[in-house]
């Protein structure tokens, strides 16, 4: 079983930066996939970013230049970098393992 545990959502005015943590317990090995998607009210859920175990990281159109994800495979944390935020970017975003264990979400509020 793994539990993750998002967190550093909050309120931002729009420029601003915020980093959001994702750890991971449980059985996480270096090899899995780990990323970020968002849902903003009303829309579907979007992907943000993802780290594959391997291969080239990927970005949302939307986010290329202004996020950067990483990752610490000796804390099993994720990590998101949102600078320059945007009003649009306002969502709950989530964490994952392999597009199977999800976080339980955190709200990020960017006011214009």
């Known amino acids: 079983q793994v539990q993750l545990v998002e967190s550093g959502g909050g309120l931002v005015q729009a420029g601003g930066s915020l980093r959001l943590s994702c750890a991971a317990s449980g059985n996480i090995f270096s090899f899995n996939t780990m990323g970020w998607y968002r849902r903003a009210p009303g829309k579907q859920r979007e992907l943000v970013a993802t780290i594959p175990s391997i291969g080239s990281y990927i970005y949302a159109d939307s986010v290329k230049g202004r996020f950067t994800i990483s990752r610490d495979n000796t804390k099993n944390t994720v990590y998101l970098q949102m600078n320059s935020l945007k009003p649009e970017d306002t969502a709950v975003y989530y964490c994952?393992?392999?597009?199977?264990?999800w976080g339980q979400g955190t709200q990020v509020t960017v006011s214009s």
């Open positions: 994952h393992v392999n597009n199977y264990f």
